[in-house]
């Protein structure tokens, strides 16, 4: 089955955010981008390359839609800037 990705954003997200997430079946996936945009000159984890985001089984329009819709706004009314 293929997978979707949804709420890209910058920084990564904590393990209760993946725990919301969890509820509906998707995953949190926090990862560092290849690359330094710091200008330390990182050679591997700049710590300005954190990004998130989430996936779930792909099951076609519109469920996919609505369930990111869903997973973002539980995220939002817990508090995180998603
Ligand atoms: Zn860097």
Redesign the pocket.
Known sequence: MSEFHFGVGKGFLPRSAGRIAAKYGVGLVNFYEPG???????SQY????KRHWFEADARGFPQDDQLATRVMNELREAGFDV
């Open positions: 330094c945009s710091c200008g330390g000159n990182c700049c710590p300005a390359n």
